[in-house]
C-alpha cells in the first residue's frame, strides 16, 4: 500500500531516506505518440507552446502514474539560445541542431538576453504550469544539458572531439560558457518551479570520449554546476560509465542516471568502499525492451533492476516516442507488486 506521495517519495529517495516503495520517474524525455493523441497536445507545436508542452508532459503522470513529469522533450534549447539553426523532426521526431554556429577557436560572448531566446520563455512558463497543477503531489523536473554537450553543440562534432584530445584547452572557453548556460538555465527553471534538475551530458559519454578527457574537460564543469544548485542534480550520461562512476558521484550530485549496460552492483560496491550513498537511477532499457518488448518483458527487467540495487526506476535514457503506454505502465505496476 502506497503511503507516499509521488513528491515526498522521490525526495526521500534522493536523500536517503526510506520509501514506500521505489519512485519510477524517466530521467530523460518520455512524451510518446500515444500519450500525445489522448491529451491532444502533439509535436511540434508542443515544442513551442507552453501550454501544450505543459500538457504533454503531465501525461507522465496522469496517464502513466510516473512520479515526477519534466520538460523539456529535446536537448537543443541552450544550442538554439546561442545561435544553432535547428532542423524540426515534425510530429514525429525531436528537433536536433542541422547548422553549428561557431568554428573552433572563434570568440563566443555569452548573450546577455539568453533567458528571453528561443524557446527558452516558453519552457519556463511549462514549468510554473506544471508546478501549478502538479506541485504540491508530484516532483516537477527541469532538464538542462551539461555543460561539455552545450559546447559540443556549438561546433561540427567532428572538429569538437579532435580537439578534446589534440587541443583540449581550446575548448574549455567554450564548456565555461556550457556551464554558465545550463546552470543559468536551472536556476530560472528552479524559480520557475523544478524540484529537481535533470542534467544530460551526452557528449561526456566513454563512447565518445576517454575517461581521462572526462576527467579533465568535463567533471569539473559539471561539480561547479551541481554546486550552484540548490535543489537535487539528477545526472544523466549515455553508455557504460562504468570507469566514472564514482567520478560522477563526486559531483555531489543527487542521483546518476545510467543505460542497462552498466554494472550497477559493481558500481554500489565501489560506492561502499568510498562512503558513496548516491542512488542510481535506471534499469529499463528503452529500446530493447520498453519499444520492442512486451509488459512482461518490462516488469522482468525492473525486478531484476530492483534486485540490482536501483534505487529509482526509469527508462535508461529518452522514451522512444512509438513506445506502447502499457510498457510504461508496466515499470509502475512491477514496483506496486
Known sequence: ?????????????????????????????????????????????AFHDASLMAKLASGAHSILGFDAVRVPFCQTHEAEAFGAVLKYGGKTGLPSVNIHPYHIGDNVDFPNDFLSRGRIPALLEAIRILKRDYGDKVIVMGGVIGPFSIASLLFEVTDFLKATFKKPNDLIPYIELGERAGTMLAKAMIEAGADVICVEDMMASMDM?????????????????????????????????????????????????????????????????????????????????????????????????????????????AVPPATITANLIAMVDTVNE
Not at 7 to 15: F, H, I, T
Not at 268 to 280: A, N, R, W
Open 209 to 317: 570520449i576517454s575517461p581521462k578527457i572526462y576527467r579533465n574537460l568535463a567533471w569539473e564543469y559539471e561539480k561547479k554546476q551541481v554546486e550552484a544548485l540548490n535543489v537535487p542534480v539528477i545526472i544523466h550520461i549515455c553508455g557504460k560509465v562504468d570507469p566514472i562512476i564514482v567520478d560522477i558521484a563526486k559531483t555531489g550530485c543527487g542521483a546518476i542516471s545510467v543505460e542497462s549496460n552498466v554494472n550497477v552492483p559493481e558500481a554500489l560496491d565501489k560506492f561502499k568502499l568510498e562512503g558513496i550513498k548516491t542512488p542510481i537511477a535506471g534499469g529499463v532499457d528503452p529500446v530493447k525492451t520498453l519499444f520492442t518488448g512486451q509488459p512482461e518483458d518490462v516488469k522482468g527487467e525492473a525486478r531484476e533492476a530492483i534486485s540490482k540495487g536501483y534505487s529509482i526506476i526509469s527508462p535508461g535514457c
Open 1 to 45: 500500500m502506497n503511503t507516499m506521495t509521488s513528491r515526498e517519495r522521490v525526495m526521500s529517495s534522493l536523500n536517503h531516506q526510506p520509501v514506500d516503495r521505489l519512485p519510477v520517474i524517466s530521467v530523460c524525455q518520455h512524451a510518446t505518440y500515444d500519450q500525445m493523441e489522448q491529451l491532444n497536445s502533439s509535436w511540434p507545436e
